[in-house]
């Protein structure tokens, strides 16, 4: 939908987007997002799944249609007050085959997974691509204390890899049953900027070697 709307968090803290013209998405998996139309990909509010949406009627001497409330199980709302709407479809997209991913970026996650003590003494492999609502976390495990740990891997760790992650953390701590969760993003390259906002967010990182994962030594920077 592309409406005129005001939006609300209402939460563990608040936060308020005024009145103007933005793209509102809602997905077969419940999730709810509000984009604007810059920032690529990053919505400028959410709310992810489980969450349900109903509708209120606009209050009295508003010029607004309706409002839409978006609740989650804690409790959290997002309110968005919907003055006009431009377009409205529906579209069902059908089963999505997932991301193909770049041939050493699959090889690093098959090898760690193979090799998860990389990670650290005593951790333990729980499985590959664990599938979440909002799609599959490529590594999880437990570290040597039996805290899960979930694991992205990228062969050059941006930004946007920190922010999938921090995605997927925030929906598997709401699971009790492998609450808390903690992060580690994995990569053969980490950019300083991605390096800062994962610590930043507690998320662990890890460079890997991928010629020492394959069991081979590198010959980089050697004279013999």
């Known amino acids: 939908m592309i409406a005129e709307c005001q939006v609300d968090y209402v939460g563990r803290l608040t936060a308020h987007l005024p009145m103007a013209k933005r793209l509102i998405l809602v997905k077969s998996d419940g999730s709810v997002s509000i984009h604007a139309d810059d920032r690529a990909f990053k919505p400028l509010n959410w709310m992810s799944p489980p969450c349900w949406l109903s509708e209120e009627a606009a209050p009295e001497g508003s010029d607004a249609q309706a409002v839409w409330v978006v609740t989650n199980k804690a409790g959290e709302q997002l309110r968005i007050t919907v003055a006009s709407v431009e377009h409205d479809s529906s ?32 951790y333990t492999l729980i499985r590959r691509e664990y599938m979440t609502a909002i799609g599959p976390v490529d590594i999880l495990c437990r570290d040597a204390d039996g805290g ?13 890899g920190v922010e ?46 991928y010629d020492q994962l394959r069991g081979t030594e590198s010959t980089e920077f050697r004279l013999f």
């Open 91 to 122: 579209h069902e997209l059908g089963l999505d085959p997932g991301l193909v991913k770049d041939g050493v970026e699959a090889h690093l996650q098959e090898l760690l997974a193979e090799h998860v003590t990389t990670l650290g003494e005593g």
């Open 148 to 160: 899960t740990v979930a694991v992205e891997i990228k062969r050059r760790g941006e930004i946007d």
């Open 164 to 209: 999938q992650l921090t995605r997927y953390l925030d929906l598997l701590n709401r699971d009790a049953t492998l609450a808390p969760v903690a992060g580690v993003f994995a990569a053969q390259v980490i950019k300083p900027q991605a390096r800062t906002l994962a610590t930043d967010r507690g998320i662990r990182c890890v460079t890997l070697d």
